[in-house]
């Protein structure tokens, strides 16, 4: 537990400084090619070699067999409700008028965003993320705190790793027709992924699985971006 409490903090500014780097490079939420998938596989592995060090088990990762069917279950259920709530917001949003448009997404066409949403964001995204924050660092804040002041914590870091990537999607979006849209979308943003990050968070910590928040993070992404390109 010492080792724990004394390497928790760096290795949660060691991922936070790795999401905003990955994201500044990739310049997208939509990135394409194989670079995203290569960093977040070594992201996993990284992850899971400090898991090792500091002696945390599978089950304390949420990678044991307990809870994975009800976990599974859980997080789809979770994924289906929660993103009706997003695409409402995003189609009808407060003040603005018009539906939110990312101009990547209208960019992109059908096979790309399949490619997207099936193969690299899970590769890039959801696994990476998953194992970092929900599986590891989620890990070692249990061993040290209860579950509430771990799943806050873990969120905390989770919305602190998004920095780069919701600057430079709100940037790309119709927000910044006007200062104040601009900074409302920038704050709704970063409200919505530490929301996000409690959510999958106390998932994992109610089912004692990552089953659960990586299958919710999986389908709410994927319905979120092919949801936004339809009604777009």
Excluded at 80 to 94: D, I, M
Excluded at 212 to 228: C, E, I, K, M, T
Aim: proline share 3%; aromatic share 8%; hydrophobic share 60%.
């Amino acid at each position: 537990m010492r080792r724990v409490a004394r390497s928790w903090q760096a290795f949660a500014v060691v991922l936070v400084v790795w999401g905003n780097a990955a994201a500044y490079l990739a310049g997208t939420a939509i990135p394409v090619g194989w670079t995203g998938p290569l960093i977040g596989t070594a992201l996993v592995v990284i992850s899971l070699a400090w898991a090792r060090g500091q002696g945390l088990t599978l089950d304390e990762l949420g990678l044991g067999t307990s809870g994975l069917g009800r976990g599974a279950v859980v997080g789809l259920a979770f994924a289906l409700v929660s993103v009706a709530g997003a695409l409402l917001v995003l189609r009808y949003p407060p003040l603005l008028g018009e539906a939110v448009s990312y101009t990547p997404l209208a960019a992109a066409d059908a096979a790309g965003l399949a490619l997207r949403v099936a193969v690299t964001m899970p590769l890039d995204t959801i696994a990476p993320e998953e194992v970092a924050f929900r599986a590891v660092l989620l890990g070692a804040l249990l061993r040290r705190y209860g579950a509430t002041g771990a799943v806050v914590l873990s969120a905390l870091a989770f919305a602190a790793w998004h920095a780069v990537i919701v600057s430079t999607t709100v940037a790309q979006t119709n927000l910044t027709v006007a200062g104040l849209f601009t900074v409302l979308g920038m704050a709704g943003a970063f409200l919505a992924v530490f929301a996000g990050g409690i959510a999958f968070a106390a998932l994992r910590v109610r089912t004692r699985s990552l089953a659960a928040p990586l299958l919710a993070h999986w389908a709410f992404n994927g319905a979120l971006l092919s949801g936004l390109r339809l009604l777009g």
